[in-house]
């Protein structure tokens, strides 16, 4: 009987000695204190994660930020694909989604991921799906083909180029 109860009280001893408030050491969490300021927590944010899309980055350590407005990859997508109405559009997610285009026989849907703000082909990539009717409640969702996301992809990528150019021309006058 008394093994017992000294074996009870030597492991009562160390497990309390293990809450010491070594937390580090022990492997206990400590409790995550929050910057009330936004504006640090975004940059601090962005100086551990690099951002979604890169777009919080510094430019040239200058301190200016670049949002939506100056990004003419976003830009260039929102313009090309203005004749369909937008379902989703997270610029913090990188995610441009259409809603569904076309009649009632056929429409399409159009998904651009960014992947990051700079010009160039792998900075995007464009997913679009074909919705067919053969009446109201029978209807098939495919994936469209390549030529079609690629065409579309280079509309944006040229309507970016353009952009691009006439931003530097702008900045220069």
Do not use: H
């Not at 929102?78 to 441009?96: K, M, N, R």
Request: charged residues 25%; hydrophobic residues 35%; contains cysteine.
């Amino acid at each position: 009987m008394k093994f017992k109860y000294y074996f009870f009280l030597a492991t009562l001893v160390f497990l309390l000695s293990n809450c010491s408030g070594k937390e580090k050491d022990q492997g206990i969490a400590k409790k995550k204190v929050f910057e009330p300021n936004v504006q640090k927590r975004a940059e601090a944010y962005r100086d551990s994660s690099g951002g979604i899309l890169g777009d919080f980055k510094k430019q040239n350590n200058s301190g200016n930020f670049e949002f939506a407005t100056s990004n003419v990859l976003w830009r260039a997508t929102l313009e090309t694909l203005d004749f369909i109405p937008l379902q989703s559009v997270s610029y913090s997610g990188g995610t441009l989604i259409t809603d569904w285009y076309g009649n009632s026989k056929e429409s399409i849907k159009i998904q651009v991921n960014f992947k990051s703000s700079t010009l160039e082909t792998s900075s995007l990539e464009v997913k679009s799906f074909k919705k067919t009717c053969k009446n109201e409640s029978n209807c098939a969702v495919a994936a469209n083909n390549s030529d079609f996301n690629i065409n579309i992809k280079n509309k944006i990528l040229s309507k970016a180029r353009k952009l691009n150019i006439n931003s530097k021309k702008n900045k220069k006058k």
